[in-house]
């Protein structure tokens, strides 16, 4: 069975810096797809970045960034220039392709402090 | 932009009652999915649907809970006799058939409090 980790329950940045929230899984896939989810304290799942498995190239999408080991399994969030509105909880999913369940890991509370 | 809506956006009942949760996926979106969130916990999948059957369920899912796509617009999550550890948000999503970014759009989510 697939597993999705992140080992930081907690992170603080402060505002204009930058943070890595750390992802690992566990999958005998070859082909797969990694996400990286927002939720503010509205509670909505927000899509932040997607990362296609077979793709070597890391996924950017302005100010987030990933840095996607496959070897390692590894998928980890880059934060650049943080804002107070990146405050919320991080997920990491992980899904096998178009129509199959996410796997989330247990996510990463973010905050961003002055 | 379209969007993924949720109703109720709270629902309180009581211990053995049934509950219905809907949704209104994304108009050309044919994947359709339920997941929820105990309170301070990770987000679990609960099923998967896909031309008028599910495709996929979790354990989680067991014979109280059903799904439906009533009509062409709305996906519905009934809890036949609820227990209080139902109490969770439940987040409905949807997805397109086919697509090579394989993004699935969340709604709001229902939060259930069962007393």
């Known amino acids: 069975a697939q597993t999705v980790t992140q080992s930081q329950p907690e992170m603080s940045v402060q505002e204009a810096e930058t943070v890595t929230l750390s992802c690992t899984y566990d999958?005998?896939?070859?082909?797969?797809?990694l996400f990286w989810y927002k939720q503010p304290p509205s509670r909505q799942m927000i899509l932040v970045i997607r990362?296609?498995?077979?793709?070597?190239q890391n996924a950017t999408e302005n100010r987030f960034s990933v840095n996607f080991q496959k070897a390692a399994k590894s998928f980890s969030l880059k934060i650049s220039d943080s804002q107070l509105g990146d405050a919320a909880m991080y997920f990491c999913?992980?899904?096998?392709?178009?129509?199959?369940?996410?796997?989330f890991g247990t996510g990463t509370r973010l905050q961003v402090t002055l | 932009e379209p969007e993924v809506t949720q109703t109720p956006s709270h629902q309180v009942t009581q211990m053995g009652q049934e509950v219905i949760l809907r949704c209104v996926p994304i108009?050309?979106?044919?994947?359709f999915y339920w997941y929820r969130q105990i309170l301070g916990q990770k987000v679990e999948f609960l099923v998967s649907?896909?031309?008028?059957?599910?495709?996929?369920k979790s354990e989680i899912f067991d014979d109280q809970f059903s799904v439906e796509r009533p009509d062409g617009s709305n996906f519905t999550l009934k809890i036949r006799s609820t227990k209080l550890e139902d109490s969770a948000m439940y987040f409905c999503?949807?997805?397109?058939?086919?697509?090579?970014?394989?993004?699935?759009?969340f709604g709001p989510g229902t939060r259930l409090t069962v007393l």
């Open positions: 990362q296609e498995a077979y793709k070597q």
């Open positions: 999958t005998s896939e070859s082909d797969y797809y």
């Open positions: 108009s050309n979106h044919l994947y």
């Open positions: 999503a949807s997805s397109v058939a086919g697509a090579s970014y394989n993004e699935q759009f």
């Open positions: 999913a992980y899904n096998r392709g178009t129509a199959s369940k996410l796997t």
């Open positions: 649907f896909y031309n008028n059957e599910i495709s996929e």
